[in-house]
């Protein structure tokens, strides 16, 4: 994964969620360990409680769109949105997947939420997939709204970035008063992600 | 050791226009071009002027002026804003510029958040106005101050053509020292030059099209085009701004060798172009949206009989390019294969999955205002009426029945007022921001006052210019870097305009909006409703705080009133038959007023 210190990182989300501050904190970090990075966001009318993605390249110099089945990991931040750009992953690819849905407005779509478990199932039958419920260890951390920290944390092995320079980044990046929350809500998404990891590896 | 800063595009735009010495900057908000403005509208420490104007055209008009009195002016709009500031544009071509003045214009292809795709490529070749063309956040900042020199040089404004992908794009750029020598303004009179009446509009444009060969010339040396040989091929790809990058990496994972030139500037490096006709046998031209580069290649080819095969989107060779939408690296890889001969097959997915996903399409937020208003007007005037609208945040009111077309900015009033006049008796309610309506809704309302138009103008006024970013604007009494100014009042306004039906009401309060919005339909005559509640999203930031709305489940009917209203923050739960308020909800509590069983309820802290 981290040979050349490359990576092609796709991060899903739900407008509101903190996608782009999630891809900050990545792209800057990147920045300071001397990786060029290049990263592709969504702004404007998309933003409003729509599905979004980013688009992170560390180790480029060229464009900041990830080609189709091109992106190492993908870092979902809802469980819809991780099938919605799957296509977006490589064959031997990796998920990371916040399990906590948000649904959307429900008014003009008669559109059933698909079952989670049935989601993660469906994204095992080709991915190696680690489900967490980032929403809830947020929470635990101290503020819901942290959960974008969660997930980066729940990413950060699998980055050619060192974790004290993704911490750095966050003291820098977060409001000054929720550094705290941030720091400990990256914690647990790390921590959690490698005890998934090493449970996965007992396996036969 | 350089400085390298992770930025986004628009924010190393901003850092050209302080390394290269700008001192007037004005800018009309619009996506992808708005931070452009907003970064330096923030900075603490500034020794430059930095505006945004009430449109485009105002603003354009600002910066020539400033460029006029010496000194380096930049105005910042998106790819339609241009149209409205066609007008200046295209007699400041004639007429000159003295200090350097940049036109940043921000294209987006693909619609991600704009009602067309146009290419500003050509209003550079319609003005006669230089364009340049970057392909990485890298180039663009070094290209602005690149652009203030060669447009003071040739005393011609130069146009900067971004797009999404480099204005929202987020790279590690390297910063250069900041000029701190600045030209001093000084208007020098001169009738010939500044006053373009026939007499001297006929001397200046045989002017303009003199300096074409040296602007032509210097650009075509400057750094931004760049000729690759490749000995080894017979192939050939011409890629312009962005394409290039997508190029370049799809010609490195097929493993193709091709000569390839970058194209940065117009008007094009002919030369360059001639060189590479003399080294291919087969040549693509890979460019977003329009052939431009294509039909220039096409026609220089004819001109110096060449006999290359070019290949692009037009042609009798049929499009090997997309003229809509924007470009990728798998569409390059396409082109290219296709292009060269290569087998190339798309790839089958890799996971097959039949989960039927809901759509998620943007919404406008919990709590906002907007939906309120919509919910009242539609009340008032039915599902029969007829509702034109326009161009911000309030647009996304389009599921819910009262946007009924949308033109362009500033359109809505004029619009209904057609509709009006075409004899159609159903009635007519626009609706327009607050921002939309000072940015070109004014003269809209003047003339259907003025025409006597039957129609209802709903001034949508969150307070904010919301949907590029939360601006300011003349009805906050905040200028760009949050100093006190004049408030417009928009009811003065709109009775200075004539309008003598002018109502101020406030959203959030339901039955007084519908009755408003009901005495606004039966007045005979141009009514004006001026719906007035802060965005949200501003009323968080500036610390106001409600109390949310909970359901009382014994006293919910599962009616679903609420659950049709459309809020996020309103949930319907299936298992219970019941509705279910989420942690969104800002308290705004026109649900609770909705609801004919007293369901729900604040929760008081």
New interface residues.
């Given amino acids: 994964m981290n040979k050349n210190n490359k990576l092609d990182l796709v991060i899903a989300g739900v407008g509101g969620q903190g996608t782009i501050l999630a891809s900050d904190i990545i792209g800057k970090s990147s920045v300071l360990e001397g990786l060029p990075v290049r990263a592709a966001e969504t702004h404007g009318m998309a933003q409003r409680g729509g599905s979004v993605i980013n688009h992170v390249r560390i180790g480029t110099d060229l464009g900041s769109m990830i080609p189709d089945q091109g992106a190492d990991v993908l870092l979902a931040l809802e469980p819809v949105e991780a099938i919605r750009y799957i296509n977006h992953l490589s064959e031997n690819g990796i998920v990371v997947l916040n399990t906590k849905p948000v649904y959307p407005v429900t008014v003009t779509s008669s559109d059933q939420y698909p079952d989670v478990s049935e989601i993660i199932n469906t994204l095992k039958k080709k991915y190696e997939v680690y489900p967490l419920d980032a929403s809830e260890l947020a929470i635990k951390a101290g503020h819901p709204q942290s959960m974008n920290v969660v997930m980066v944390g729940a990413v950060s092995s699998y980055l050619p970035i060192s974790k004290n320079r993704l911490e750095e980044c966050i003291k820098e990046l977060v409001p000054p008063k929720t550094v705290d929350i941030n720091l400990k809500a990256f914690e647990l998404g790390r921590e959690n992600i490698s005890q998934l990891i090493e449970t996965s590896a007992k396996k036969p | 050791m350089s400085m390298?800063?992770?930025m986004?595009g628009n924010v190393a735009i901003a850092r050209g226009i302080i390394e290269g010495g700008g001192q007037v900057i004005t800018g009309y908000p619009g996506?992808?071009s708005s931070e452009i403005v907003d970064t330096l509208s923030s900075m603490d420490d500034r020794d430059f002027y930095v505006e945004w104007s009430v449109n485009e055209k105002v603003a354009m008009e600002v910066a020539a002026g400033a460029s006029m009195s010496g000194v380096n002016s930049v105005v910042t709009m998106k790819h339609v804003g241009l149209n409205v500031a066609a007008d200046p544009l295209m007699t400041l071509a004639y007429m000159g510029v003295k200090g350097g003045m940049i036109v940043i214009v921000a294209d987006d292809p693909a619609c991600?958040?704009s009602q067309n795709e146009q290419d500003t490529r050509r209003y550079s070749q319609f003005s006669l106005i230089p364009c340049l063309d970057p392909s990485?956040p890298q180039e663009a900042k070094d290209m602005i101050p690149y652009a203030f020199e060669f447009s003071s040089k040739h005393g011609i404004p130069v146009i900067f053509r971004s797009t999404t992908?480099i204005s929202?794009?987020?790279?590690?750029i390297e910063l250069l020292p900041v000029n701190k020598e600045k030209p001093q303004p000084e208007f020098e009179k001169s009738v010939e030059r500044w006053v373009m009446i026939p007499k001297h509009a006929r001397m200046r444009h045989p002017r303009l099209l003199e300096i074409q060969k040296d602007i032509k010339q210097e650009l075509q040396d400057s750094e931004w085009n760049n000729l690759m040989i490749n000995e080894k091929s017979s192939f050939g790809v011409i890629a312009s701004g962005?394409s290039y990058?997508?190029a370049?990496?799809a010609l490195d994972?097929l493993g193709v060798n091709a000569s390839v030139l970058k194209i940065g500037t117009y008007p094009l490096p002919d030369d360059l172009i001639l060189e590479l006709f003399d080294n291919v046998d087969t040549l693509l031209v890979v460019e977003e949206l329009e052939p431009f580069v294509e039909e220039h290649v096409r026609a220089l080819a004819e001109d110096n009989g060449i006999n290359v095969r070019i290949l692009g989107k037009t042609g009798k060779n049929g499009e090997y390019v997309p003229r809509e939408g924007e470009l990728?690296?798998?569409k390059c890889?396409k082109a290219i294969s296709k292009a060269f001969g290569l087998t190339y097959s798309e790839?089958s997915?890799?996971?097959e999955?039949n989960?039927?996903?809901?759509?998620?399409?943007?919404?406008?937020?919990p709590g906002c205002s907007h939906r309120a208003s919509y919910y009242a007007m539609k009340k008032a005037f039915g599902s029969d009426a007829i509702y034109p609208n326009d161009i911000g945040?309030y647009?996304?009111g389009v599921?819910g029945g009262t946007v009924d077309t949308t033109l362009c900015m500033g359109a809505s009033i004029s619009v209904a007022s057609g509709i009006y006049q075409s004899g159609e008796k159903r009635p007519v309610c626009c609706a327009i921001g607050d921002s939309t309506f000072l940015h070109t809704g004014i003269n809209s309302l003047l003339n259907a006052v003025y025409n006597k138009a039957d129609i209802t103008v709903t001034i949508l006024d969150n307070r904010v210019t919301a949907?590029?970013g939360h601006q300011p604007n003349p009805g906050m009494g905040k200028t760009a870097t949050y100093e006190d100014t004049l408030e417009v009042s928009f009811d003065q306004l709109c009775r200075g305009l004539g309008a003598e039906f002018v109502e101020v009401v406030d959203p959030y309060d339901y039955d007084s909006a519908v009755d408003v919005f009901k005495r606004a339909k039966e007045f005979d005559g141009t009514s004006v409703v001026i719906s007035q509640q802060q965005c949200v999203i501003d009323a968080r930031r500036a610390g106001i705080k409600r109390n949310p709305y909970t359901i009382d489940e014994e006293k919910c009917t599962g009616c679903k009133q609420c659950?049709?209203?459309?809020?996020?923050a309103i949930?319907?739960d299936a298992s219970l038959k019941k509705a279910r308020i989420n942690?969104m909800c800002t308290g705004c509590g026109v649900c609770a007023q909705l609801c004919k069983f007293d369901a729900i309820v604040e929760v008081e802290k």
């Fill in positions: 390298r800063e992770y986004l996506t992808p991600h958040s990485t992908r929202h794009g987020k790279s590690d962005i990058v997508y370049r990496e994972r990728n690296i798998d890889e790839p997915p890799i996971l999955s989960l039927k996903l809901p759509s998620r399409p943007p919404a406008m937020c945040c647009t996304l599921q949907m590029t659950v049709y209203f459309g809020c996020p949930e319907f942690s």
